[in-house]
């Protein structure tokens, strides 16, 4: 069974002679989440999640010279059926602060706790109220259905974190070896939380399988503005995920993050989802030049990840491109750059159709789930280029090794130049499929292509 985890997080800022007592400006909040994971046959475990800003606390001087205040927190967990309360829990989150100039920094004071719960149907009501100032106060009731796992694989609830990092021993949020710390305003961005971070748990896995595991997120409408990928294989059938996204460029507003299992990487066996709120300011919605809208798209990368972008872009670029690339030092040169770079792709560059930066960058997505080989990613292949460079075949012809040839695949495209073809041959056995021959335009030709089979 898990123990039940409770912290306050001290927030350390600059020392201030202030003394006299801080009255908030602004009405009292509390932040609250959960997510839900396994515990036994009988039940599941609950985790709450706290957050409150200080500087929405009423805080009195401390001897030290800081401020000081508290938050009642109330648990309340009632069966839905009958109305039995199941739960009643009340603690006390000390707040404190060094100094009042940086109240209004956006920081947060986390706290969380965990119990485990029969399966069932619950309400569960958690109030909060300012201890120094008892009419500021502020509650959330919502359900909560605790439930077995089922007998395939299965995912928990998804835990949207401000950092996730390996943990000491004995610290306030270890779990799992890790040290997770939730986020329970569920609000990211450039002013607060650059990287979101996720941490599920997945149950009844199989160890002769291989996992991918989509993290996408979606707006209003449905449509995917960031993904990532990864493909894993596990020792154990229960095990612990955690990824991140950077969400440094995605406009304000509210979001799904999509979590996605794949068996071998087609098969879905398993899915979750949270809603979290993203704050840009610096992106502006306004029109802007195509230009300008792709570098907002960019301004969250690092200078490694905008070079990283552009280096599984290579196969659309010119050798000149190439140099002068190289030469940028800064990741607001190298922004300026691969925005005008992708203005030109979506135009269309001789020899290749138009193509967004986002599908280009889901067709990395792609190829790396489908064309890894041994310790490369998939968009380093020879298949995972010619997808990223030309899209799906409208054929694939697959012809498996015999007593006398090799196993080799012959891709084809019927509307470019009139229909072209793509030979791939497995020459070493080990899955790596080799570009022998191709009749598109300036791609190897070599019409003795068959002699590669023996």
Not at 300 to 324: I, N, V
Not at 339 to 357: C, D, H, L, Q
Not at 365 to 371: E, F, W
Not at 421 to 439: K, N, P
Request: aromatic content about 10%.
């Amino acid at each position: 069974m898990r123990s039940l985890v409770l912290v306050v997080a001290i927030v350390l800022l600059a020392p201030s002679a202030q003394g006299q007592r801080h009255y908030p400006a602004s009405s009292f909040l509390l932040n609250l989440d959960y997510a839900r994971f396994r515990n036994d046959d009988r039940s599941g475990y609950l985790e709450l999640y706290y957050a409150f800003y200080p500087n929405l606390v009423t805080c009195d001087p401390t001897p030290e010279g800081g401020l000081q205040g508290w938050v009642v927190v109330t648990e309340k967990l009632t069966e839905r059926a009958t109305g039995d309360q199941v739960l009643f829990e009340r603690r006390y989150l000390t707040i404190r602060v060094r100094d009042t100039s940086q109240l209004n920094a956006g920081l947060t004071s986390v706290s969380q706790a965990g119990y485990a719960l029969p399966f069932g149907s619950y309400q569960l009501t958690v109030s909060a109220v300012d201890s120094l100032n008892p009419t500021r106060q502020d509650s959330i009731s919502l359900p909560i259905e605790v439930v077995p796992v089922g007998p395939g694989v299965s995912v928990s609830d998804l835990e949207l974190c401000s950092s996730i990092s390996t943990g000491k021993e004995g610290g306030a949020f270890i779990k799992n070896t890790l040290e997770v710390v939730p986020n329970a305003t569920l609000v990211f961005g450039v002013t607060s939380h650059p990287v979101l971070f996720h941490y599920a748990e997945l149950y009844q896995l199989s160890s002769t399988a291989s996992y991918a595991l989509l993290s996408s997120i979606q707006d209003a409408r449905g449509n995917v503005v960031r993904q990532n990928a990864r493909v894993r294989s596990f020792s154990s059938p229960n095990s612990v995920d955690v990824g991140t996204i950077n969400v440094g460029s995605v406009p304000s507003g509210r979001y799904t993050l999509v979590y996605r299992v794949l068996r071998d990487s087609v098969e879905e066996v398993a899915k979750t989802s949270k809603t979290f709120y993203v704050y840009n300011p610096h992106i502006q919605p306004r029109a802007v030049s195509a230009s300008s809208m792709k570098a907002s798209e960019m301004a969250g990368l690092t200078l490694d990840e905008l070079g990283e972008e552009f280096q599984r872009a290579r196969y659309l670029s010119t050798e000149q491109e190439k140099a002068s690339f190289a030469k940028l030092t800064t990741a607001e040169a190298r922004r300026e750059f691969l925005a005008m770079f992708w203005e030109s792709v979506e135009r269309g560059r001789p020899g290749f159709t138009p193509i967004t930066r986002m599908a280009y960058l889901q067709r990395v997505v792609t190829a790396n789930l489908k064309y890894r080989v041994h310790s490369r990613e998939g968009w380093q292949s020879d298949r995972g280029r010619v997808y990223l460079l030309y899209g799906d075949p409208d054929d694939i012809e697959r012809v498996p090794s015999n007593e006398d040839t090799k196993p080799y695949e012959i891709w084809y495209y019927n509307q470019i130049e009139s229909g072209v073809q793509f030979i791939f041959i497995d020459r070493t056995g080990f899955g790596e499929y080799i570009l022998g021959h191709s009749t598109k335009r300036g791609e190897l030709r070599d019409e003795g292509w068959q002699r590669l089979l023996q």
